[in-house]
């Protein structure tokens, strides 16, 4: 595929608003994760929380799709001068070809989790005030922001679990490679809710701590909620491009990896041959890495296998939490900002690194030359998904 240019990015996470809070997190090794405190939940785990939402306001002519997710989302838009740019956009090539291509896990659940608790105490009917159209729906998500953005192009909602807003720069790959849209703004936004929180729980995969990712002695992951954006232009100079996206999806279990990694190595090896480039040509990987015994070893086998053993790489998410829906686009946040700053992110929580992975991972920070850089999404039911950021020639 052809260089698509990024000229937007930007990501709100429990680091801080917009890329400058999430870049000094990860270049000073610091986490943002702290014992859950969120909404009613009494587990022992850790979690990355954005201050704030729960007084943030929509826009007037929005508050229709009032929840915490649009309250992130919007939050997330207003970071680096981001919706400025797409107003920019709009305004070169028209409202009606900008596509908004967005993925979640969620969406806004916690409305309908809350309006449980005010059912009718005779008929169990749920309030009258709760819109699931406009909040728990997963297309609210892309449906606000379109709305938000003032925008009119095609819209999508992509819902594969921690793959989600990974594949949507494939979709949007595609649409601009048709010639249906000129531009479009993808990324994803996932907020805290009780039904991820115990549903992890339930799987037994949540850390009674902060995350260790690929820790020799890692216990699980910790939940984050965050919303990242990207704006990418075809035909349009940037200052990073989207070099190559590759999917797969291996269907193994409807929650485990394939325990060999084949799927996970599937979805790089094609990202690599869509950017025409070599293993050899990664400089840096940001690894999914959520700290769980199975998806650690799991990727470990698929980096084995593909790459040899100078590759250098880590895990972000002991410094925002796993933020599921979000997650593929906060690390392509992550990816450009190794490449803005040539600089290394660190990887917190990790200590000692499990010796199933023959690669070289990086722990702390540090200056490195950077050209090309892959980051891995990885989804319940085997839905993978590996992108390459680099920059622009």
């Known amino acids: 595929m052809p260089p698509i240019a990024i000229t937007a990015y930007t990501a709100t996470t429990a680091a801080g608003l917009g890329r400058g809070a999430l870049a000094q997190a990860l270049f000073e090794g610091r986490s943002a994760l702290a014992p859950c405190r969120f909404e009613t939940a009494t587990l022992e785990t850790w979690i990355g929380t954005v201050d704030g939402l729960e007084v943030a306001a929509l826009r007037d002519d929005l508050t229709a799709w009032d929840c915490r997710n649009h309250r992130l989302a919007q939050?997330?838009?207003?970071?680096?001068?981001f919706a400025a740019a797409v107003a920019a956009a709009r305004e070169r090539y028209g409202p009606g070809r900008v596509g908004v291509f967005l993925g979640t896990s969620t969406a806004g659940i916690l409305e309908t989790e809350v309006a449980y608790r005010a059912r009718d105490p005779a008929s169990g009917a749920l309030p009258a005030a709760l819109d699931y159209r406009r909040t728990h729906n997963s297309f609210a998500l892309a449906d606000f922001v379109r709305a938000r953005l003032g925008l009119s192009g095609?819209?999508?909602?992509?819902?594969?679990?921690c793959s989600s807003s990974a594949k949507v720069f494939g979709m949007a790959q595609r649409m601009l490679g048709a010639g249906l849209v000129d531009a479009a703004v993808v990324g994803g936004v996932d907020s805290l809710c009780l039904t991820t929180l115990y549903g992890f729980h339930s799987l037994q995969l949540l850390a009674a701590r902060a995350c260790r990712p690929f820790d020799r002695r890692r216990e699980g992951l910790s939940?984050?909620?965050?919303?990242?954006?990207?704006?990418?232009e075809a035909g349009r100079p940037g200052p990073l491009a989207l070099l190559g996206v590759g999917e797969s999806s291996d269907a193994h279990h409807m929650s485990a990896p394939c325990p060999d990694g084949s799927g996970a190595r599937a979805a790089m090896a094609a990202a690599l041959a869509a950017a025409g480039l070599a293993p050899a040509a990664v400089d840096y990987l940001n690894l999914h890495g959520t700290a769980t015994a199975a998806?650690?070893?799991?990727?470990?086998?698929?980096?084995?296998?593909l790459f040899d053993a100078t590759?250098?790489?880590n895990s972000t998410k002991g410094v925002t939490g796993h933020a599921l829906g979000a997650a593929g686009a906060v690390e392509a946040v992550v990816a450009a900002l190794a490449l803005e700053?040539?600089?290394?992110?660190?990887?917190?929580?990790t200590v000692e690194v499990t010796p199933?992975?023959?690669?070289?991972?990086r722990i702390a920070s540090a200056a490195h030359p950077l050209r090309v850089v892959m980051s891995n999404s990885f989804g319940f039911g085997g839905s993978n998904c590996a992108l390459l950021i680099g920059g622009a020639a």
Request: net charge negative; proline share 4%; charged share 15%.
């Open 223 to 232: 939940i984050g909620e965050a919303a990242g954006f990207m704006l990418l």
């Open 311 to 313: 590759l250098v790489c």
């Open 356 to 361: 199933e992975l023959r690669a070289d991972y």
């Open 154 to 161: 095609p819209a999508a909602a992509v819902c594969t679990a």
């Open 75 to 81: 939050l997330g838009l207003e970071q680096d001068g």
């Open 341 to 349: 700053h040539q600089r290394l992110p660190a990887s917190c929580g």
């Open 295 to 305: 998806n650690d070893a799991a990727e470990a086998q698929a980096i084995n296998a």
